[in-house]
Antibody
Framework: EVQLVQSGAEMKKPGETLKISCKGS????????IGWVRQMPGKGLEWMGT????????RYAPSFQGQVIISVDKSITTAYLQWSSLKASDTAIYYC???????????WGQGTLVTVSS | ILMTQSPATLSVSPGERATLSCRAN??????LAWYQQKPGQAPRLLIS???TRASGIPARFSGSGSGTEFTLTISSLQSEDFAVYYC??????????FGQGTKLDIK
């Protein structure tokens, strides 16, 4: 069974750093991409970007370029989303999802709630 | 690619049919998926390729359309179908985009 398991909820202060994770199992981790999706409180889904675990090729949506870093460690089948300086506006649920290029998001992680507040 | 869903909220009685719309501002061919999201849960893939049900999705869910106009139809609403539905274009990879969602409410 394909599974994506994300790290737990985080509560941070503005300016702090954060790295959340998404661990894949039940499939060949390098046969597809891992994308990240943001959902701000009470809002819809926003595409952030994606990474290919095979060679760490990362692609970003324009709104998120320079705001976050997407990385991966294929040896432990885990993708990451990180911030160097959090803002209150980063408060959201972040989902990872498995996909093929030009493909749907067929498997999702359970989501990680990130709360940024002073 | 800008995806626009309508209506924002749809109130339907159980057992009735629900029709949700999604429009793209340029052609996405058939590279369109629909997802269902219930409160506190991750989205779940319902339909891909505009009209192909994902594994385990009941036959009461159907998708249609191509190009710029798409429809998700739920033929006879069950209580568990009341949720938020999103369309998603994957034509322009890796610049995916979602519609803003339609909330399906119990009437």
């Amino acid at each position: 069974e394909v599974q994506l398991v994300q790290s737990g909820a985080e509560m941070k202060k503005p300016g702090e750093t954060l790295k959340i994770s998404c661990k894949g199992s039940g499939y060949d981790f390098t046969d597809s991409w891992i994308g990240w999706v943001r959902q701000m409180p009470g809002k819809g889904l926003e595409w952030m970007g994606t990474i290919y675990p095979g060679d760490s090729d990362a692609r970003y949506a324009p709104s998120f370029q320079g705001q976050v870093i997407i990385s991966v460690d294929k040896s432990i089948t885990t993708a990451y989303l990180q911030w160097s300086s959090l803002k209150a506006s980063d408060t959201a649920i972040y989902y990872c999802a498995r996909h093929f290029p030009y493909g749907d998001l067929r498997a999702w992680g359970q989501g990680t709630l990130v709360t940024v507040s002073s | 690619i800008l995806m626009t869903q309508s209506p924002a909220t749809l109130s339907v009685s159980p057992g009735e049919r629900a029709t949700l719309s999604c429009r793209a501002n340029q052609s996405v061919g058939s590279d369109l998926a629909w997802y269902q999201q219930k409160p506190g849960q991750a989205p779940r893939l319902l339909i891909s390729g505009a009209s192909t049900r994902a594994s385990g999705i009941p036959a009461r869910f159907s998708g249609s359309g191509s190009g710029t106009e798409f429809t998700l139809t739920i033929s006879s609403l069950q209580s568990e179908d009341f949720a938020v539905y999103y369309c998603h274009q994957y034509y322009k990879w890796p610049m995916y985009s979602f519609g803003q969602g339609t909330k399906l409410d119990i009437k």
